[in-house]
């Protein structure tokens, strides 16, 4: 995204002040109802603010990254569900690769890893060959410590990239093995939100994707996606792949050793290989993670904050935290403006 043109000075839509967030780098800019006014004023409901202000906002998100709501009128996860329905047409979760739990209609928790584990930075669904435009997160409650949802510019992330690893990955793509069994990683019935072979096998079947069945309640899948995809309002070629988190080095040393030695290089319930079957380069793998480690920055929580993301722009992960966390996502295309009455 262009954002070295913007002016760094904050601006009012409609009695909010808009503007760069610093922690963020200008990535994504920080929309907060303006205190500034004499008299007292109410509180704004953000979707009523989006649709009352949409070609300013629509100006914006051409050129930065996502916003930061802060100060709305957003008491809960009622209220930004209704939120997002302002904004986005909502996506269901389908061929999912971490746990979540559906609290609303397509309303998800956060992915639920242990506190203690780091979420790598990522697109979601980049390792599908559909994802979701934009993703909306809601803070109902803020971890007592750490917690963030660090964010990366994915621009910044694909220009540290070595040429050559780039065109390595666009020339030869990325093909994700997945083997679903009971206790191990995500069954097949959550990962597909069904317990009916055959849907499972027609989704598969329209996208692509490889499937073997292997016995009752085991499947094999496998599917190979591009590495990079074009932004559609910019034209610039990004880096939009979870080769890094796929690939068994992602797992620390213990876990993969004990899955190596039970299952077998073949058949670890996830891995990432080129698409040709040859395996993706260990520097190669450092190089992806450290340029997402060296574009992460982070902002803290705060209750009743809702985050808009551009999922091909940003991308995100989770820090450990301590104590209690409830951060919800919704994700899906851009809602059509409503037309003049």
């Not at 389908?94 to 584990?117: D, I, K, L």
């Not at 698409?275 to 380069?281: F, L, T």
Request: aromatic letters at 10%.
């Amino acid at each position: 995204m262009a954002r070295d043109s913007l002016a760094v000075n904050h601006r009012r839509i409609g009695g909010v002040r808009v503007g760069p967030l610093a922690e963020l780098a200008g990535l994504v800019w920080l929309a907060e109802p303006d205190r500034t006014a004499p008299g007292p004023a109410p509180t704004p409901a953000p979707g009523s603010w989006w649709q009352a202000h949409r070609h300013e906002i629509d100006t914006l998100l051409r050129r930065v990254g996502g916003l930061l709501f802060r100060g709305f009128d957003l008491p809960g996860p009622g209220a930004f569900a209704g939120f997002v329905d302002q904004v986005l047409v909502r996506d269901t979760y389908v061929y999912r690769s971490t746990p979540r739990t559906e609290v609303g209609e397509r309303v998800y928790t956060a992915t639920e890893y242990p506190a203690a584990r780091t979420i790598p930075m990522h697109c979601e669904n980049s390792y599908q060959d559909t994802w979701p435009r934009w993703l909306t997160f809601y803070c109902d409650l803020p971890a007592l410590a750490g917690g963030e949802t660090p964010l990366a510019d994915v621009a910044e992330v694909t220009r540290l990239l070595p040429d050559d690893l780039k065109q390595t990955f666009a020339r030869k793509r990325v093909t994700y093995r997945r083997h679903y069994r009971d206790g191990v990683d995500l069954p097949w019935q959550t990962v597909f939100g069904t317990g009916d072979r055959s849907e499972v096998e027609a989704y598969c079947r329209s996208h692509g994707i490889a499937w073997t069945w292997l016995g009752d309640d085991r499947l094999r899948t496998e599917q190979t996606c591009d590495a990079m995809v074009r932004h559609p309002v910019t034209g610039e070629p990004l880096w939009f792949n979870q080769a890094h988190l796929f690939h068994a080095s992602a797992l620390d040393d213990a876990t993969r050793s004990a899955l190596v030695q039970t299952y077998g290089e073949d058949a670890l319930p996830r891995h990432a290989c080129f698409g040709d079957g040859s395996p993706i380069e260990a520097d190669m793998l450092a190089c992806i993670r450290d340029a997402y480690a060296r574009c992460a920055r982070s902002f803290a929580w705060r209750r009743g904050d809702a985050l808009l993301i551009d999922n091909l722009a940003v991308a995100h992960g989770r820090s450990p935290f301590r104590g209690d966390r409830r951060v919800l996502v919704a994700m899906g295309d851009r809602r059509a403006a409503r037309a003049a009455s």
